[in-house]
Nanobody, 125 residues
């Protein structure tokens, strides 16, 4: 498995922006996607975005598409999530995830094998 550490969470007003970062270590990737999930209190953990480590293709949940941008740096083994036009409903703990497969045709994904510790994002109205 790969070790993941998130950073960049915080408190921001609605309409503002935050940038989350995820640092990976432990091994190199081999065609898997890496990405982000989030979980709000009382709600199930949901998929947010993913990027192909090898090819760079990106995938987004409909709720964040157009506002969030996922990117990667293969050399530094980092994954970032630029979050713009934040809404109160974006408030959640955001988790970096790796070692999973995303099927864009059906919006299905396998269970990630590696998780970060999570970083809190709070958006005030």
């Amino acid at each position: 498995h790969v070790q993941l550490v998130e950073s960049g969470g915080g408190l921001v007003q609605a309409g503002g922006s935050l940038r989350l970062s995820c640092a990976a270590s432990g091994r190199t990737f081999s065609g898997d996607v890496v990405g982000w999930f989030r979980q709000a209190p009382g709600k199930e953990r949901e998929f947010v975005a993913a990027v192909s480590w090898s090819g760079g293709g990106t995938f987004y949940a409909r709720s964040v598409e157009g506002r969030f941008t996922i990117s990667k740096d293969n050399a530094k083994k980092t994954v970032s999530l630029q979050m713009n036009t934040l809404k109160p409903e974006d408030t959640a703990v955001y988790y970096c995830a790796a070692d999973f497969t995303y099927y864009s045709g059906s919006n299905y994904y396998t269970q990630p094998g590696s998780w970060g510790q999570g970083t809190q994002v709070s958006v005030s109205s």
